[in-house]
């Protein structure tokens, strides 16, 4: 009796190994393969990206988006694979699916900010909108990037402050500093000034400093003349811009303002700014005015 299961088990065996087995070894080759294709994949995808010359911040930024695709790979790859090698063993997959859906709605629930900012976080890495060492604006906060990381934004201020800023909440970027800047101004003059006159004067400072060699390097156009911008209370305002480096756009700016207000001072260009005018009464007369209020 006992030699007859023996037999039907190893018939069974035999069975099994000559179906299901072949299927399972075939299911873990497949995923061996996968797993070294999606490998090749993603490093062709990283030297692609990365570019004969890549800088610290690019490498970065294409280590952080290869490791996240990688992960992903390697985890539906392997999830797929196991599911369909547990089927090929008899296993019932169907309370193991539940009980995965209810856990997986659960943590969706509990982490559902956590995946809102991973995933704004993987595009604006994709997209290239945010480089370490650009100043931006972002969720209503200014500085320059120190770190953009899958989850966060890392940002300094002017002041030294450091905000971290989670990419769930990153609706819109304001990049001052990509490819190239500008420094707009807008001069204000008096309305008794020749306004052409003035635009002159303006365009042989900036001409000036372009000339400069402590500053040509960073200028990248001559100054854009916009004109005359509006009628303001006191002043009528120029508008004008200057091209510059990223980065520089400030330097150049605080550069050219010194420039025209020490070439408007020697020309006698007038540059209105708001006053206040006080009349003194006779102190006779006050005295009077006070005496008849009852003071």
Known sequence: MQEVRVAQLADRLIEWT?????????IGFGMILLLSLSKQVITRFRRVYEGSFPGPA?????????HVVRDVARVFILVVGSMMILSEIG????????????????????A??????????????????VRV???VEVAGVAGVVEEVKLRTITLRDLSGNVHVVPNGIVDKVKNMTKVYSYYLFDV?????????EVMAVLKEIAEELREDPAFNADILEPLDMLGVDQFADSAVIIKCRIKTNPMQQWRIGREMNRRIKNTFDAKGIEIPFPHRTIYWRDPSQAATMLSRSGA
């Open 112 to 129: 559902q900010s956590l995946v809102k900012d991973v995933i704004s976080g993987f595009f604006i890495l994709l997209e290239n909108s």
């Open 188 to 196: 204000g003059v008096a309305y008794r000034e020749n306004v052409d």
């Open 58 to 66: 690019q490498v970065k930024r294409v280590d952080t988006l290869t």
């Open 133 to 135: 060492g650009d100043v």
């Open 18 to 26: 000559l179906s299901s087995g072949i299927r399972v070894v075939l």
């Open 91 to 110: 296993i019932d997959l169907k309370p193991l699916l539940a009980a995965a859906g209810l856990s997986g709605l659960a943590i969706g629930f509990g």
